[in-house]
């Protein structure tokens, strides 16, 4: 045994007796067992043989080459334990399934690569190789989570069979693809995985009928999959897809990152398709910062039967399919959102939202040369297709030909238009026809802005259209008339209405039980435009408190009957407007009125519809004559009463229908 160097004696020989000592390997009680051994040993084995006590704390380095044929599985039971660094230095082929361990590391060198036959080798430890095929042959490849920072595509091939060998060998790591190239299949991702596309070109093959990616199980569903990057090629008319481009199919918690996919071609099989993205019958994806142009016949987005589904942020431009179709459509997914998207140039709706407590937030929708279209479409005239209690909130809207935001289904109730700005052309032929229409129950729609439309808001009555609340919106410049109430029970309450050719505000025949109150219409331009401020076409309506000043020809005109008309300001009534006016017949109702002017000179002969005990006073603006008739209109000195304009008659009604005549005015 070497001596061992004395502390604090040897003086002047400590350091070659040190020298010595290390020179022999020895176990761990010091003793070298009698089996003298030189460093170069250490470093340098002989086939087979590898250091293992002493020096094992220190990484060894050694090739294939050095072990009998060079054969993998020979090496790694030589190595044992030890920490090794293992150099592929040659071609090597391998038949069974193999463990490499934490402690061995493999560097494939330029001249190296694996042909693995058969079985499953694994990877515990570090992996290094160059850009470049390095692994052949049928087996498999499995990387431990850890092992290295990521898998790259090419070390299998720079094929899409590589890229699928990959995300197998992968498991949880990443899986980068470095090259552009034209995809001959479809890339098949799993759960628990992750494929980074980068800034790689991934271009559609014409013959190949599948998405150019999916999740790999479409039955069973996958979980946990994040794609981020890449830019998908379509060949828009002339190549036919499957579903979509990229297709998520009952995929839970994934994401898709800044993935782009442009001219996306025509569907094949059935109409739940999609020209770019489709994620179906999927809960909890992400589509986030992503990009689809030029989808060729259906959507560049298409979310169906899903829920909780996210898109934020990227551009979805010039879908240029049949008209119904959108950029982006929401269709069955309830708690999904669309936010911060940029939606330019739709065949159809720039987003179709159709799905139960949603978002629609922040996006920008921009029509053009192609654009049949609408802007934000929430609901459906299908009965599944329900938009209930979903808000679009914060939108802007530009330049669409038919609609900017359309609210609409017989099932959808409790949508929330707020704080949208929306924007027509001059362009009268292809110009926006509305800003906003609702034909569904009890929407609020509260501070838009609206401008340069046809006309700007607009309720409709069908068997649905009701109680909707209109607060506090702008509207200006429409070429027609600026709100439009076609059904009952809305309110419409501090809205402004400016420089419209038609009405500010116009109640149609068959909207009955309305609440307008507080709001503003006039025009303020020159010359002025806007002909009438209110226009009221229809029964039973409380009309309070509006200022009606500055319109062309009528502040307020009244066309129907037991409206309460109470404290508007208007400075234009050409035709009166602020009291109810009576039917120009010979016998007309006067069913709950306490005030009305004439309706014209035509003989009046009875006034029917009153109750016992009601009060009329009849004001003329008129030339007519009231007919005196004993037991109907009982008038004072048995005499008729020629009215002339300015003079009134106030009448009471008692027992049997007859009218008794109180006072008069001539």
Same mark, same amino acid.
């Given at each position: 045994?070497?001596?061992?160097?004395?502390?604090?004696?040897?003086?002047?020989?400590?350091?070659?007796?040190?020298?010595?000592?290390?020179?022999?390997?020895?176990?761990?009680?010091?003793?070298?067992?009698?089996?003298?051994?030189?460093?170069?040993?250490?470093?340098?084995? =002989?086939?087979?043989?590898?250091?293992?006590?002493?020096?094992?704390?220190?990484?060894?380095?050694?090739?294939?080459?050095?072990?009998?044929?060079?054969?993998?599985?020979?090496?790694?039971?030589?190595?044992?334990? &030890?920490?090794?660094?293992?150099?592929?230095?040659?071609?090597?082929?391998?038949?069974?399934?193999?463990?490499?361990?934490?402690?061995?590391?493999?560097?494939?060198?330029?001249?190296?690569?694996?042909?693995?036959?058969?079985?499953?080798?694994?990877?515990?430890?570090?992996?290094?190789?160059?850009?470049?095929?390095?692994?052949?042959?049928?087996?498999?490849?499995?990387?431990?989570?850890? %092992?290295?920072?990521?898998?790259?595509?090419?070390?299998? #091939?720079?094929?899409?069979?590589?890229?699928?060998?990959?995300?197998?060998?992968?498991?949880?790591?990443?899986?980068?693809?470095?090259?552009?190239?034209?995809?001959?299949?479809?890339?098949?991702?799993?759960?628990?995985?992750?494929?980074?596309?980068?800034?790689?070109?991934?271009?559609?093959?014409?013959?190949?009928?599948?998405?150019?990616?999916?999740?790999?199980?479409?039955?069973?569903?996958?979980?946990?999959?994040?794609?981020?990057?890449?830019?998908?090629?379509?060949?828009?008319?002339?190549? &036919?897809?499957?579903?979509?481009?990229?297709?998520?199919?009952?995929?839970?918690?994934?994401?898709?990152?800044?993935?782009?996919?442009?001219?996306?071609?025509?569907?094949?099989?059935?109409?739940?398709?999609?020209?770019?993205?489709?994620?179906?019958?999927?809960?909890?994806?992400?589509?986030? /910062?992503?990009?689809? /142009?030029?989808?060729?016949?259906?959507?560049?987005?298409?979310?169906?039967?899903?829920?909780?589904?996210?898109?934020?942020?990227?551009?979805?431009?010039?879908?240029?399919?049949?008209?119904?179709?959108?950029?982006?459509?929401?269709?069955?997914?309830?708690?999904?959102?669309?936010?911060?998207?940029?939606?330019?140039?739709?065949?159809?709706?720039?987003?179709?939202?159709?799905?139960?407590?949603?978002?629609?937030? #922040?996006?920008? *929708?921009?029509?053009?040369?192609?654009?049949?279209?609408?802007?934000?479409?929430?609901?459906?005239? %299908?009965?599944?297709?329900?938009?209930?209690? &979903?808000?679009?909130?914060?939108? =802007?809207?530009?330049?669409?030909?038919?609609?900017?935001?359309? *609210?609409?289904?017989?099932?959808?109730?409790?949508?929330?238009? %707020? &704080?949208?700005?929306?924007?027509?052309?001059?362009?009268?032929?292809?110009?926006?026809?509305? #800003?906003?229409?609702?034909? %569904?129950?009890?929407?609020? $729609?509260?501070?838009?802005?609206?401008?340069?439309?046809?006309?700007?808001?607009?309720?409709? =009555?069908?068997?649905?259209?009701?109680?909707?609340?209109?607060?506090?919106?702008?509207?200006?410049?429409?070429?027609?008339?600026?709100?439009?109430?076609?059904?009952?029970?809305?309110?419409?309450?501090?809205?402004?209405?400016?420089?419209?050719?038609?009405?500010?505000?116009?109640?149609?025949?068959?909207?009955?039980?309305?609440?307008?109150?507080?709001? =503003?219409?006039?025009?303020?331009?020159?010359?002025?435009?806007?002909?009438?401020?209110?226009?009221?076409?229809?029964?039973?309506?409380?009309?309070?408190?509006?200022?009606?000043? !500055?319109?062309?020809?009528?502040?307020?005109?009244?066309?129907?009957?037991?409206?309460?008309?109470?404290?508007?300001?208007?400075?234009?009534?050409?035709?009166? !407007?602020?009291?109810?006016?009576?039917?120009?017949? #010979?016998?007309?109702?006067?069913?709950? $009125?306490? $005030?009305?002017?004439?309706?014209?000179?035509?003989?009046?002969?009875?006034?029917?519809?009153?109750?016992?005990?009601?009060?009329?006073?009849?004001?003329?603006?008129?030339?007519?004559?009231?007919?005196?008739?004993?037991?109907?209109?009982?008038?004072? !000195?048995?005499?008729?009463?020629?009215?002339?304009?300015?003079?009134?008659?106030?009448?009471?009604?008692?027992?049997?229908?007859?009218?008794?005549?109180?006072?008069?005015?001539?």
């Amino acid at each position: 045994m070497a001596d061992v160097p004395v502390v604090g004696g040897d003086k002047n020989t400590w350091g070659s007796k040190l020298n010595t000592f290390l020179a022999v390997a020895h176990d761990v009680s010091g003793s070298n067992g009698g089996k003298a051994r030189s460093v170069d040993t250490l470093y340098n084995p =002989s086939p087979g043989t590898v250091q293992t006590d002493v020096q094992s704390k220190i990484r060894k380095t050694v090739h294939i080459s050095d072990f009998a044929d060079d054969n993998i599985g020979t090496a790694i039971t030589a190595i044992s334990t &030890t920490l090794t660094t293992l150099y592929i230095d040659k071609p090597i082929t391998y038949s069974s399934s193999l463990v490499i361990p934490s402690t061995v590391d493999i560097v494939i060198l330029a001249a190296g690569s694996m042909d693995i036959t058969s079985g499953t080798i694994t990877i515990n430890g570090g992996f290094f190789a160059g850009y470049r095929q390095v692994f052949y042959g049928n087996g498999s490849i499995s990387f431990s989570y850890g %092992s290295v920072d990521e898998v790259y595509h090419i070390w299998f #091939g720079h094929t899409v069979a590589g890229i699928n060998k990959a995300l197998v060998s992968a498991g949880r790591t990443t899986v980068r693809v470095i090259k552009s190239m034209t995809l001959e299949s479809c890339i098949l991702i799993g759960s628990n995985q992750t494929l980074d596309l980068g800034n790689v070109i991934l271009t559609a093959n014409a013959s190949v009928s599948d998405p150019m990616i999916r999740n790999i199980d479409i039955s069973a569903g996958n979980s946990n999959i994040l794609i981020k990057g890449g830019f998908f090629e379509g060949l828009g008319a002339t190549q &036919t897809v499957s579903k979509a481009v990229i297709h998520f199919k009952k995929v839970t918690d994934g994401v898709l990152f800044m993935v782009k996919v442009n001219n996306s071609g025509s569907y094949i099989g059935d109409a739940d398709s999609a020209g770019g993205i489709f994620v179906e019958d999927s809960a909890r994806v992400k589509v986030l /910062n992503c990009t689809s /142009n030029n989808s060729y016949n259906y959507c560049g987005l298409y979310v169906l039967n899903s829920s909780h589904v996210d898109i934020d942020g990227g551009d979805y431009i010039n879908d240029t399919g049949v008209y119904g179709n959108s950029n982006i459509a929401v269709n069955t997914s309830p708690y999904s959102s669309v936010t911060r998207t940029r939606v330019i140039n739709s065949a159809g709706s720039h987003i179709s939202f159709n799905s139960k407590n949603g978002r629609v937030l #922040g996006n920008l *929708c921009i029509g053009g040369a192609q654009s049949l279209g609408f802007g934000i479409t929430t609901g459906h005239d %299908s009965s599944i297709y329900s938009a209930d209690n &979903t808000i679009v909130e914060g939108n =802007s809207v530009f330049n669409m030909k038919k609609y900017g935001i359309l *609210c609409q289904g017989d099932t959808t109730n409790k949508v929330v238009i %707020s &704080t949208n700005n929306i924007v027509g052309t001059d362009n009268i032929a292809n110009g926006s026809e509305y #800003g906003i229409y609702v034909s %569904s129950d009890n929407a609020s $729609l509260i501070g838009n802005n609206i401008e340069n439309v046809w006309r700007g808001m607009y309720v409709i =009555s069908t068997t649905v259209g009701k109680g909707s609340v209109f607060n506090n919106n702008s509207v200006d410049l429409c070429r027609d008339i600026g709100v439009v109430l076609s059904s009952e029970r809305n309110t419409l309450i501090g809205n402004k209405v400016t420089n419209s050719t038609g009405a500010g505000i116009y109640v149609g025949a068959s909207s009955h039980y309305n609440i307008i109150t507080e709001n =503003s219409c006039y025009s303020n331009t020159s010359p002025k435009t806007q002909t009438k401020g209110i226009d009221i076409n229809s029964n039973n309506n409380i009309v309070k408190n509006n200022m009606l000043v !500055g319109n062309l020809t009528n502040g307020f005109t009244n066309n129907a009957y037991n409206n309460i008309i109470e404290d508007n300001l208007t400075d234009t009534n050409t035709n009166i !407007g602020v009291i109810d006016i009576l039917d120009n017949t #010979g016998t007309p109702s006067v069913l709950n $009125l306490e $005030l009305a002017y004439t309706g014209g000179t035509t003989l009046i002969t009875n006034l029917i519809n009153g109750t016992v005990g009601q009060v009329l006073t009849i004001l003329s603006v008129h030339i007519v004559t009231l007919k005196h008739t004993a037991g109907i209109l009982h008038l004072s !000195g048995g005499l008729n009463f020629d009215m002339v304009d300015g003079s009134s008659i106030t009448l009471r009604r008692i027992a049997n229908g007859v009218w008794r005549e109180v006072s008069r005015l001539y």
